[in-house]
């Protein structure tokens, strides 16, 4: 059985804990004040802003967050889906 979400977002917290101060990560928390479909995850990598839709080994984000997905990446930031091979890819990072 696939990983839960939770446990691949914790995966990539983990993950970019190992590349602070280069890489700030924060997780989104929905509430009724949050934009329906944006990512899980944003911050900042080496200046650069990216987010991130955590995802589950064989599934795939919703009409709606692909929409905010290429919302983000057209203001310029590293926009993905995925998990923790996702993640490192999408910020070039390298396995340890």
Known sequence: MPARE??????????????QPRLVLRKKHGTVFGCKGDPDLYGVFE???WVFEGKRE?????PLQVVRLQEWAAAGAL?????LRQFREMLGLHEP
């Open 6 to 19: 939770s446990s691949v977002i914790a995966a990539i917290r983990r993950e970019a804990q190992k590349h």
């Open 47 to 49: 200046g650069r802003c």
């Open 58 to 62: 064989g599934e795939k984000p919703t």
């Open 79 to 83: 926009a993905g889906w995925g998990g």
